[in-house]
């Protein structure tokens, strides 16, 4: 089992910066991929980002490239997402998930955190 806490959500003006966290517990994080997923109401689940266990791949939804980075750091099993420019459009419930292979499918993920509510306010 692998348990997953987001953090760093809030509000935002438009235009600025977020920084999201999800620490692991549990099985050996350094063996996972990790994925950001969103949610925005009334809309389905979405792919953001997804980083391979060691770090070496990234993918980015085509809405966030060029804004959003993935990183991680294994020594403190955490994975981060750095957000800048943000948009009102941006604004929803963003959840990481686990599992050992990176995936854009959020199907495939079998760990998930309990969400963070990111808003991007004008």
């Known amino acids: 089992q692998v348990q997953l806490v987001e953090s760093g959500g809030g509000l935002v003006q438009v235009g600025g910066s977020q920084r999201l966290s999800c620490a692991a517990s549990?099985?050996?994080?350094?063996?996972?991929?990790v994925g950001w997923f969103r949610q925005a109401p009334g809309k389905a689940r979405e792919f953001v980002a997804a980083?391979?266990?060691?770090?070496?791949?990234?993918t980015y939804a085509d809405s966030v490239k060029g804004r959003f980075t993935i990183s991680r750091d294994n020594a403190k099993n955490t994975v981060y997402l750095q957000m800048s420019s943000l948009k009102p459009e941006d604004t929803a419930v963003y959840y990481c998930?686990?599992?050992?292979?990176?995936?854009?499918?959020?199907?495939?993920?079998?760990?998930w955190g309990q969400g963070t509510q990111v808003t991007v306010s004008s």
């Open positions: 980083i391979s266990w060691s770090g070496a791949r990234t």
């Open positions: 998930a686990a599992d050992s292979l990176l995936r854009t499918d959020d199907s495939g993920y079998n760990y």
């Open positions: 549990g099985r050996t994080f350094s063996n996972y991929a």
